[in-house]
């Protein structure tokens, strides 16, 4: 019987970081092994869990009898930075495709990947968008795909914010190497960080259909993560500030300060100031 796919050719690298995962690894690794294109490899990058999450990981590939090739990397307690780095720099495939441990995708996730891939050949990185799934079971549509604007060169447009979710995210191997990799000193933001790094070098194409889901976990909505967001956010930019003008990286920094301070203070967010705030980001830029 002819393979369905023998025109799609790409090689995808599936990159999953993971650290004391055992109570939910185990759902993303299951989206991995039920897609309808398996990936051409799967490397698990483990950050020296003191759980059974590498075992729980090893047992569940076996029995799932996984139809792709598999590492588990075994690396010391570095932080996520390390851990991602170390998974790339060992994936054999051309192409990239991060999962973090407590996300899911959609069957269909690698096959429409792999068709944009073939289809534009010019295209480096590809984005899709995503569901969010709350605690308490509330969903919202991440549309990360309105947020990009074509007109507007992509450095410009993440020093407002940044526009990416790592999960939804594939890209050349090579785009992310040259781009430095992660940088280690960012215990968070570390992302946001490479892509700015990466922006002049992007070529982009956006998938608007829903591929995957944003899990939302007690850990990702602490005060302290948001200060340390806001600290980093602004530390990145300060660090790049040469890559735009004046204007632009006052506003970059003008924007999640005030963000940041509906959120810490647990003020209601409504449509009106959003349209304030902007404005006077707008303004700011055009000074």
Known sequence: MPDPYANILPSISVVCPTYNSAGFVLDTLATIVAQSLPPAELVVSDDGST?????????????????????????????????????????????????????????????????????????????????????????????????????????????????????????????????????????????YDLWIRMAPNIQLYIIKEVLGYYITRKENLTKSNLELTLINDIRIKTSHKDMVSSSLYFCGILVPIAHYLFDKLEIRRFPQIDRLIKKAADLLRRL
């Open 51 to 191: 759980d059974d999450t590498v075992a729980q990981i090893d047992k569940f590939l076996i029995d799932s009898k996984a139809n792709f090739p598999y590492r588990i990397l075994r690396n010391p307690h570095r932080g996520v930075s390390a851990t991602r780095n170390a998974g790339i720099l060992a994936a054999a495939g051309e192409w990239v495709a991060f999962l973090d441990s407590d996300d899911l995708w959609l069957p269909s996730k690698l096959l429409n990947v792999s068709e944009v891939i073939q289809k534009y050949p010019e295209v480096n990185f590809i984005y899709h968008n995503q569901e969010r799934r709350f605690l308490d079971g509330r969903t919202s549509l991440f549309d990360h795909a309105s947020k990009y604007k074509p007109n507007i060169p992509l450095i410009n447009q993440l020093f407002k914010m940044n526009i990416f979710a790592t999960s939804a995210i594939t890209c050349k191997k090579e785009l992310l190497i040259n781009g430095g990799l992660f940088n280690s000193k960012y215990i968070c933001s570390e992302d």
